[in-house]
T-cell receptor
Framework: DGGITQSPKYLFRKEGQNVTLSCEQNLNHDAMYWYRQDPGQGLRLIYYSQIVNDFQKGDIAEGYSVSREKKESFPLTVTSAQKNPTAFYLC???????????FGQGTRLTVV | QKEVEQNSGPLSVPEGAIASLNCTYSDRVSQSFFWYRQYSGKSPELIMSIYSNGDKEDGRFTAQLNKASQYVSLLIRDSQPSDSATYLCAVTNAGKSTFGDGTTLTVKP
């Protein structure tokens, strides 16, 4: 089955820790995206990548980092510099820029 | 002013009625427009995409785009309780998508 897979579904982070969220797609899509969603709000763009080994900052990139070493994979690291990381994180992919997005199941991150 | 604004909710309609969801955007060169449905605690799923001015119909759903007015809407005919969800408008330019805050729709039996 083709799709986009995020793991883990739930993640707990201690203060001062870095954590990495996984996102893998087997749709052969060029573009991949990371969004953050807070309760009652829309999606805010963290980082996006339209090609392997290249990525751009979105609207709220501070405290986050990404890599795109393979077309299929776009992991997101939430660093200790992100002061309020508790949120629902969504990864998405698009066949090409400006086409519809396919979303993973999301990762719910909580700081404990 | 937000880049993408949706009509504030929540919106409540009786079963069988038409639900109307509206979205305005600020970037005149936006190229692609999408409506996603998101159930509580789940990830968004595509309902409609529209790329040129006019109407696009798919079953009970109709998307309308007016680039001159920078306006995109979604009509849901014969609303069903299963349509109860949050609807997100997304506007894309140069590969970057911007989402509205969503409108929560409740369809009452």
């Amino acid at each position: 089955d083709g799709g986009i897979t995020q793991s883990p579904k739930y993640l707990f982070r201690k203060e001062g820790q870095n954590v990495t969220l996984s996102c893998e797609q087997n749709l052969n899509h060029d573009a991949m995206y990371w969004y953050r969603q807070d309760p009652g709000q829309g999606l805010r763009l963290i980082y996006y990548s339209q090609i392997v080994n290249d990525f751009q900052k979105g609207d709220i990139a501070e405290g986050y980092s990404v890599s795109r070493e393979k077309k299929e994979s776009f992991p997101l690291t939430v660093t200790s510099a992100q002061k309020n990381p508790t949120a629902f994180y969504l990864c998405a992919s698009c066949a090409t820029a400006n086409t519809e997005a396919f979303f993973g199941q999301g990762t719910r991150l909580t700081v404990v | 002013q937000k880049e993408v604004e949706q009509n504030s909710g929540p919106l409540s309609v009786p079963e069988g009625a038409i639900a109307s969801l509206n979205c305005t955007y600020s970037d005149r060169v936006s190229q692609s427009f999408f409506w996603y449905r998101q159930y509580s605690g789940k990830s968004p799923e595509l309902i409609m995409s529209i790329y040129s001015n006019g109407d696009k119909e798919d079953g009970r759903f109709t998307a309308q785009l007016n680039k001159a007015s920078q306006y995109v809407s979604l009509l849901i005919r014969d609303s069903q309780p299963s349509d109860s969800a949050t609807y997100l408008c997304a506007v894309t330019n140069a590969g970057k998508s911007t989402f509205g805050d969503g409108t929560t729709l409740t369809v009452k039996p």
